[in-house]
T-cell receptor, first 113, second 113 residues
Framework: KAGVTQTPRYLIKTRGQQVTLSCSPI?????VSWYQQTPGQGLQFLFE???????NKGNFPGRFSGRQFSNSRSEMNVSTLELGDSALYLC????????????FGPGTRLTVL | DAKTTQPTSMDCAEGRAANLPCNHS???????VYWYRQIHSQGPQYIIH???NNETNEMASLIITEDRKSSTLILPHATLRDTAVYYC??????????????FGKGTKLSVKP
């Protein structure tokens, strides 16, 4: 079974731009969660989608948004990029019911200049 | 904030057992103890989870104290590939709306030859 895939793997943007990251979950998984990882703050939860609905949201500004499609694929968008948005963005998928075992993708490394 | 406390770092000799402690004194009755690890530059990987009984799988064993206020992850025969940051997380299972994982700073385990 293929794992979680994320595209692109690396991205360089400048301040003020916006960016869209994509995540394809493991086949059959209906929940997709997004996390941001920085050296200073560690791994922080952004949001979770299940059956195209946002089920949970972390403490991030409204510039961070996401969505999930009917095939469970998910995208997250960051508008008006700031230098502090430079981070590794990780996507994780799970069945969304029962055990909270999440399978993580390799991440997208975003650099904001 | 994370509901767990872990040592910042630990060393272990290759081939020996690695015992990683975790304190979670405020754990609720419906919360499980999960362990994940993150090898450098990769997404986190699920290891094991438990509620109140000891658990074992092909990767590790999890020992939870009777009062559930602490636990220990045991890697029975550590190898160099087990060098990683290990995260102890308390989380509800799915059933309601709880799906996010709250990561602390984890324990950096260094396995040495």
């Amino acid at each position: 079974k293929a794992g979680v895939t994320q595209t692109p793997r690396y991205l360089i943007k400048t301040r003020g731009q916006q960016v869209t990251l994509s995540c394809s979950p493991i086949s059959g998984h209906r929940s997709v969660s997004w996390y941001q990882q920085t050296p200073g703050q560690g791994l922080q939860f952004l949001f979770e989608y299940f059956s195209e609905t946002q089920r949970n949201k972390g403490n991030f500004p409204g510039r961070f948004s996401g969505r999930q499609f009917s095939n469970s694929r998910s995208e997250m968008n960051v508008s008006t990029l700031e230098l502090g948005d430079s981070a590794l963005y990780l996507c994780a998928s799970s069945l969304g019911r029962g055990v909270n075992e999440q399978f993580f993708g390799p991440g997208t490394r975003l650099t904001v200049l | 904030d994370a509901k767990t406390t872990q040592p910042t770092s630990m060393d272990c000799a290759e081939g020996r057992a690695a015992n990683l402690p975790c304190n979670h004194s405020t754990i609720s009755g419906n919360e499980y103890v999960y362990w994940y690890r993150q090898i450098h530059s990769q997404g986190p990987q699920y290891i094991i989870h438990g509620l109140k009984n000891n658990e074992t799988n092909e990767m590790a064993s999890l020992i939870i104290t009777e009062d559930r206020k602490s636990s220990t992850l045991i890697l029975p025969h550590a190898t160099l590939r087990d060098t990683a940051v290990y995260y102890c997380i308390v989380s509800q299972n799915y059933g309601g709306s709880q799906g996010n994982l709250i990561f602390g700073k984890g324990t950096k385990l260094s396995v040495k030859p």
